[in-house]
């Protein structure tokens, strides 16, 4: 069965650094989104992303955040100046060419930040 | 408000016993429904879904979940859990009008021989 891939599974670093998250979608998805989850906190919604633009954002998705997809494949998440509550757990979603749900899921990225 | 409660933290159970995984859902939730399941280590797997239909529906590991609108729930259940059932749960729901999902903060069900 197709799966969302994210890596690396694990990113440390320093705070003030920039990270990018990256996330390889389901190959005919069209619809794609980042969620985060603090450690002991509910998964949140950051921002979904459809026809090269984002199509909607969080209160938690401000300047420091960005989005892009560099080629046919790939689906990143840049987080600029980190701060260390910027550490947490990163998941990637997607779903079909309808955007019909369900959205399906990585195994996430666990952000740890110095 | 737009939520979506899951009223257990955890759910100590034994092995081959009933259990059920409570979640409502306010009324800015729409009928999209979902459970998610997070084993140990890995990342967020749909168990079920409610898009429209048959208020029940059931997941081929026997899980099942029933959609009662004038209750807003959508409670998980399965007559027999399995250790392997072991795992934290998330109800979540689609809001209307947009396509983010809204997750409760999960239920750790916890499966004991």
């Known amino acids: 069965e197709p799966e969302v891939t994210q890596t690396p599974s694990h990113q440390v670093t320093q705070m003030g650094q920039e990270v990018i998250l990256r996330c390889v979608p389901i190959?005919?998805?069209?619809?794609f989104y980042w969620y985060r989850q603090i450690l002991g906190q509910k998964v949140e919604f950051l921002v979904s992303?459809?026809?090269?633009?984002?199509?909607?954002k969080s209160e938690i998705f401000d300047d420091q955040f960005s989005v892009e997809r560099p080629d046919g494949s790939n689906f990143t998440l840049k987080i600029r100046s980190t701060k260390l509550e910027d550490s947490a757990m990163y998941f990637c979603?997607?779903?079909?060419?309808?955007?019909?749900?369900?959205?399906?899921f990585g195994d996430g990225t666990r952000l740890s930040i110095l | 408000a737009q939520s979506v409660t899951q009223l257990d933290s955890q759910v100590p159970v034994f092995e081959e016993a009933p259990v059920e995984l409570r979640c409502n859902y306010s009324?800015?939730?729409?009928?999209?429904l979902f459970w998610y399941v997070q084993y140990p280590n890995q990342g967020l797997q749909l168990l079920l879904k409610?898009?429209?239909?048959?208020?029940l529906v059931e997941s081929i590991n026997g899980f099942e979940a029933e959609f009662n609108k004038s209750q807003t729930s959508f409670h998980l259940r399965k007559p027999s859990v399995h250790i392997s059932d072991t795992a934290e749960y998330f109800c979540?729901?689609?809001?209307?009008?947009?396509?983010?999902?809204?997750f409760g903060t999960g239920t750790r069900l916890q499966v004991f021989p």
């Open positions: 979603a997607s779903t079909d060419p309808t955007g019909a749900q369900p959205q399906h």
């Open positions: 190959s005919n998805h069209l619809y």
């Open positions: 992303f459809y026809n090269n633009e984002i199509s909607e």
């Open positions: 009324s800015s939730v729409s009928v999209y």
């Open positions: 409610y898009l429209s239909g048959s208020t």
């Open positions: 979540a729901g689609r809001i209307y009008n947009t396509d983010k999902l809204i």
